[in-house]
């Protein structure tokens, strides 16, 4: 489907969703309080949105509630600062890394400099956030991934995890205590990493996650 399509289609869609009875009822009630059909029309859509997010709870998603536009204008600004559990946990861009893989479970990291090593690590026991002891691992040709999950909360140690790939191939994992754990043979991960080889990394931390 092409770009011009798909935004003429979510026209469409929205246009039927306002011409549904209740938002009919609701529009001809705050045009009749002297709103113009555009500041209803786009509110009704950002109404839309948030109902959509799951933002809204309980009586909030029903548009028949609203007695004035004012109510329904208050009830759109106090909750489109509120951010969805996947927004939340989403996971900053920053330089000197590099997003090699992520899902809606975690996104894996190749970490370039200290900078980002320092920023990512953050809350863990790493002894690699400390400068000196990163560089030395990265003059020897050594690659840091960082796997850090959008789902599992700070308390569990693997909420975080450092995956060491020695430049002669050996793999090492650490989770946020700085707890050791060594790769299997089946369960290596190569040097060269791509973007296909991230999928297959994900695999493996997923499997090496404990089970719950």
């Known amino acids: 489907m092409n770009f011009s399509r798909a935004v003429n289609t979510s026209k469409r869609i929205m246009s039927s969703w306002l011409q549904h009875a209740n938002f009919t009822t609701q529009k001809k009630r705050f045009l009749e309080q002297g709103f113009t059909s555009e500041q209803i029309d786009e509110a009704f859509k950002t109404f839309k949105k ?17 007695k004035t536009f004012e109510q329904l204008t ?16 989403r996971v900053t861009k920053v330089e000197g890394a590099e997003v090699v893989y992520e899902d809606d479970e975690q996104v894996v990291l190749w970490i370039k400099d200290y900078n ?14 400390e400068p000196k002891t990163f560089k030395d691992y990265q003059k020897q040709g050594n690659t840091f991934y960082f796997v850090i999950s959008k ?17 002669h191939g050996q ?27 991230a999928c297959m990394i994900s695999a493996n931390l997923k499997n090496f996650y404990p089970r719950t």
């Open 50 to 66: 948030l109902k959509d997010k799951n933002i809204l709870q309980g009586d909030e998603k029903d548009i028949d509630r609203f």
């Open 74 to 89: 208050q009830l759109i600004q106090d909750k489109s600062t509120v951010q969805t559990k996947s927004e939340e946990r």
């Open 116 to 129: 980002a090593c320092k920023y990512y690590g953050f809350g863990t026991k790493w002894c690699i956030t």
């Open 151 to 167: 789902t599992k909360p700070k308390s569990d140690p693997f909420y975080k995890i450092a995956v060491l790939v020695f430049v």
């Open 171 to 197: 793999i090492m994992y650490f989770d946020a205590t700085d707890t050791e754990y060594r790769a299997s043979p089946e369960s290596s991960i190569p040097k060269s990493l791509f973007i296909p080889r």
